[in-house]
């Protein structure tokens, strides 16, 4: 899983609460993302952030905010708004300097709403 | 707009065949394609990519893929499974901004023993 950590691994929420989950990256990397997986949809795009204190809304923002103050940080918040967050988030990274650079992964944050 | 598809939800191979998992892309422009691999609750892990060239790219583990712009696929290929091989596998293409990557549904292989 490379230079990229999230943590916790695993979360559990009540209603109505909001929870951060973490990412941390030191492959010096300057776009960050954040990804949700649910059985059989594969990845959607939640937020990515190509340089720090910038970020845009992926496909699926409602319900999620992000922050990038540092270069190698992007933590993702699941606010109360999001109705069905029970899912298995992941945070990539990647270099921008050529446009063909793969991302890399970190080890996953299931989620789940009691 | 930039997609990819997997049209085969699952793979069953016998260990020691041949296996390929597909993928078709629509894009504008060149493409640039990924394969990713997916163990039961971990990150995805890369395995090759396409950008330019040699319309067949080798990757880890002894995977390759086979580019065809006149079929716009992208195919993973190894030629002898192992029963490690068993896993989630995701196909990708770059955006026309070069900021993204498009996912495919994904493709579950199962290699038997």
């Known amino acids: 899983d490379g230079g990229i950590t999230q943590s916790p691994k695993y979360l559990f929420r009540k209603e109505g609460q909001n929870v951060t989950l973490s990412c941390e990256q030191n492959?010096?990397?300057?776009?960050m993302y954040w990804y949700r997986q649910d059985p059989g949809q594969g990845l959607r795009l939640i937020y990515y952030?190509?340089?720090?204190?910038?970020?845009q809304k992926g496909d699926i923002a409602e319900g999620y905010s992000v922050s990038r103050e540092k270069k190698e940080s992007f933590p993702l918040t699941v606010t109360s708004a999001q109705k069905n967050p029970t899912a298995f988030y992941l945070c990539?990274?990647?270099?921008?300097?050529?446009?063909?650079?793969?991302?890399?992964f970190g080890p996953g944050t299931r989620l789940t709403v009691l | 707009a930039q997609s990819v598809a997997q049209p085969e939800d699952q793979v069953n191979v016998a260990e020691g065949n041949p296996l390929t998992v597909k993928c078709t892309y629509s894009?504008?422009?060149?493409?640039?394609l990924f394969w990713y691999v997916q163990y039961p609750n971990r990150g995805l892990q890369f395995l090759l990519k396409?950008?330019?060239?040699?319309?067949l790219v080798k990757g880890s583990y002894g995977f390759e893929a086979e580019f065809n712009k006149s079929q716009t696929s992208f195919h993973l290929k190894k030629p002898s499974a192992l029963v490690s091989d068993s896993a989630l596998y995701f196909c990708?293409?770059?955006?026309?901004?070069?900021?993204?990557?498009?996912f495919g549904a994904g493709t579950r292989l199962a290699v038997h023993p």
């Open positions: 990539a990274s990647r270099a921008v300097l050529a446009g063909d650079n793969e991302q890399f």
């Open positions: 492959l010096n990397h300057d776009a």
């Open positions: 952030s190509q340089i720090v204190n910038d970020f």
């Open positions: 894009v504008s422009g060149n493409p640039y």
């Open positions: 396409y950008i330019t060239g040699d319309n």
């Open positions: 990708a293409v770059r955006d026309l901004g070069y900021n993204k990557l498009i």
